[in-house]
């Protein structure tokens, strides 16, 4: 709790620098965020799926996850909840993004999100 509000809210919000502003909340009074240089992006040599050609998936994927505006930062790399990808498969895809999708979910069993990286 900072001046009353929960950070853990806060800080789940786009707009953190101007949500402290607006509630008179010292910057000085809540942890840094800090960036880092990164060295090496490690992803699998195989896609998971095809954002331009799995179209019932990104349908849903947008529609239930909001996928498409994730990527609008810029880095390529999105979080989907694990359970999203597990309610994925029960559509009607391509049996090579179910079974990639299931792979996914496999390595990734004790993980709450599956981190994608998109290019």
């Known amino acids: 709790m900072i001046g009353g509000w929960d950070v853990g809210i806060i800080l789940g919000s786009s707009c953190f ?6 509630l008179g909340i010292d910057r000085g009074d809540v942890m ?3 960036a880092y240089r990164v060295k090496q992006i490690d992803f699998e040599d195989s896609e998971s799926f095809n954002l331009w050609h799995d179209r019932k998936l990104m349908d849903f ?3 239930e996850y909001d996928f498409s505006e994730s990527l609008n ?7 989907l909840p694990t359970e999203a990808i ?12 179910v079974k990639a ?6 390595v990734c069993q004790d993980e709450e999100y599956i981190t994608y ?3």
């Open 61 to 63: 994927l947008d529609g």
């Open 73 to 79: 930062g810029g880095s390529g790399m999105v979080e």
């Open 117 to 119: 990286y998109c290019f």
């Open 32 to 34: 840094s965020v800090r």
């Open 17 to 22: 620098t101007n949500s402290l502003d607006i």
């Open 86 to 97: 597990k309610e994925a498969i029960k559509l009607d895809l391509d049996e090579d993004t």
């Open 101 to 106: 999708l299931q792979r996914d979910i496999e």
